[in-house]
């Protein structure tokens, strides 16, 4: 059967060119070296039970109406998995640079629009045991947003170590795909219907927006109009290319913002993006005085039509208050803006005028969202809005397919021309991922802003929960700053017995331990040499509790994980500090 897209979707298919690709997609680690032939076999027994990956699209002709979702007579599971082996040394570096290439590349529409790499060779990433596989998605906007994603997943990942087991599809005869004369009827059937169509959505605009009204009129803020947003370096057009990256956070330390700051989780992620947004701004001394507008999608999908593919979703424009320097404040703000904006989407209005899209032709909009990119027309007005934030809730418990446990989780989602930064949030399993992707040709120092993402946490939770760090007595802060001298004797001791392994790395460190007695190392790599006190200028500088410091030195805690969770300050060149990181188990061993 033929089944039309609705106009949203269908607006995913012409924004899309080959620099724009309209692809959502996902990065999934998991345990243990699971094999390509588990991997292929798992999605060979339950492909079937999501129709839209053995669909493919259906064009009509002169684009005189929307595509359609027709069963693919000659679909081949094989053309739609890759087999790759991450390049040595298997660092989370490489993992994400392949990812980035990936999701660079758009996906062939004579297929159903899906893709996924399977990716040996992860040796030598924290706490991911070596010789651990990843596997990147990438399946098209138009067929499934962030929430019939997530149902997608949950049909191919099992709850337990041992797979579940489906009955094989009834073997039946698919027909081919239809020509173009039986795709123009079948259009033609449709427009038909348009008038009264026409009608039913212009009285649910007409009710969208006196709801709206009511709302403002009791006092409620209207939330910012598209096209009012601040230029930024990140409103520009976009190249071919993409650069990702994540920054992970332990769902509990969010979690103790939001109750400290009586908001909603939401809100938190939304003041820890404005945090690191302001902070990257600001240092390029191109921070607007006016804050930065955010368009945060809002999902519209009923508990009825959960497992459903394609787009059910509306926007709210959001206020980030990143004109606030105080990170509790700049909170504040965001929430207040969350709850109006809140509103204004219950009333309907948002949903309503998403309907539209149903009545844009689709020929008409394809080529003018192809002359907007051919002549940089993003260039020529203010921004709709800075940036896009979508944050879809996971499940808090272990995942796994083929019987190896799901260990992360992380996403990704399209740009388009004058809007070249977006964030994807997904939590899973105690696990708070933000990833943000760019393209090179507006944010070419991505890296930067993923690690100020994990800044913005700390500078938010030390605002807000000043009293959530680790505490220790006078007995125990004994202990710590024994186990510290007895690190940096270990550490001497080390570099001193191995004056010519270069793979212990090179460059100079301040170690810098905080707490009952502040004490400072600087470590000389090249040198082999380790002296109390702070010297000349180096080129990390590592600062570290000494209650966190004993927990790493007692093995319960993983010096690359207290960075990740901002235990583990760090100020200078983030890969120096990272070649540093992997010389501490050696230490430590």
């Known amino acids: 059967a033929m089944q039309p897209l609705t106009g949203l979707d269908s607006s995913f298919l012409f924004l899309e060119d080959s620099h724009q690709p309209m692809h959502v997609g996902s990065v999934l680690v998991f345990e243990g070296s699971m094999t390509f032939e588990a991997f292929h076999e798992t999605l060979a027994t339950r492909v079937h039970l999501v129709p839209r990956l053995r669909q493919r699209l259906a064009m009509v002709p002169l684009g005189i109406g929307k595509p359609y979702w027709v069963e693919d007579p000659a679909f081949n599971l094989d053309m739609h998995l890759q087999h790759v082996a991450l390049p040595s040394p298997g660092r989370w570096r490489e993992l994400r640079r392949l990812a980035a290439r990936i999701f660079s590349t758009p996906l062939d529409r004579t297929r159903p629009l899906w893709e996924m790499t399977f990716i040996e060779g992860l040796d030598e990433i924290p706490q991911v045991p070596p010789g651990s596989v990843a596997i990147i998605s990438k399946v098209h906007h138009a067929a499934i947003d962030g929430v019939s994603g997530a149902d997608m997943m949950g049909v191919l990942l099992d709850v337990t170590k041992e797979p579940r087991r489906f009955d094989p599809p009834t073997p039946r005869a698919v027909p081919p795909v239809p020509n173009e004369i039986e795709v123009l009827g079948h259009t033609a059937r449709k427009i038909l219907g348009k008038p009264s169509e026409i009608r039913r959505v212009a009285s649910e605009v007409r009710g969208a927006l006196r709801a709206a009204a009511q709302v403002q009129q009791k006092g409620v803020e209207a939330p910012p109009i598209p096209m009012t947003a601040p230029p930024t370096p990140m409103n520009h057009t976009i190249n071919g290319q993409r650069i990702w ?10 979690k103790g913002i939001r109750r400290a700051a009586g908001c909603t989780l939401n809100d938190v992620v939304l003041a820890i993006c404005a945090g690191a947004l302001r902070r990257y701004l600001d240092e390029k001394e191109a921070l607007p005085d006016k804050p930065l507008i955010a368009m945060v999608p809002v999902s519209t999908r ?11 979703v509306s926007a709210m424009m959001l206020d980030l208050a990143t004109n606030i320097a105080d990170p509790v404040e700049r909170l504040q703000v965001i929430k207040a803006h969350t709850k109006g904006g809140k509103a204004f989407e219950r009333s309907g209005a948002t949903r309503a005028l998403v309907d539209l899209w149903d009545f844009i032709p689709f ?24 940036c896009v934030i979508t944050n879809v809730p996971g499940p808090q418990m272990d995942l796994y397919m083929a019987g190896h446990k799901l260990l992360a989780t992380m996403g990704m989602a399209p740009l388009v021309d004058g809007m070249g930064l977006l964030i994807t949030v997904l939590s899973y399993n105690g696990v708070l991922s933000i990833s943000p992707i760019s393209s090179p040709a ?14 913005a946490a700390n500078e938010l939770e030390a605002a807000v929960v000043p009293d959530g760090d680790v505490t220790i007595d006078e007995a125990e802060a004994k202990v710590a700053a024994e186990l510290a001298e007895a690190f940096v004797a270990q550490m001497r001791s080390t570099l001193e ?4 392994d270069r793979s212990l790395g090179e460059g100079t460190f301040q170690l810098n331990v905080t707490g009952g007695a502040d004490k400072s190392w600087r470590i000389d790599l090249e040198e082999r040499s380790v002296v109390e006190g702070n010297g000349k200028p180096a080129d990390a500088r590592l600062t570290i509790r000494d209650a966190h410091l004993a927990e790493i030195l007692k093995g319960n805690l993983d010096p690359q994980i207290a960075f990740v969770q901002g235990k583990l300050q760090v100020d200078g060149d983030i890969n120096k500090a990272l070649e540093f990181g992997s010389l501490l188990p050696k230490v430590l061993a």
């Open 302 to 312: 009923g508990e009825s039509e959960r497992g459903q593919m394609g787009n059910k």
């Open 245 to 254: 990256n994540t920054a992970l956070l332990e769902l509990d330390r969010v």
């Open 497 to 500: 017995q191995a004056p010519r």
């Open 363 to 386: 020929g008409l909009a394809n080529r003018m969202t192809q002359l907007y990119s051919r002549f940089r027309v993003s260039e020529m007005h203010n921004p709709i809005f800075n």
């Open 442 to 455: 507006v944010m070419p120092d991505l890296d930067v802003f993923a690690r100020y993402l994990r800044e």
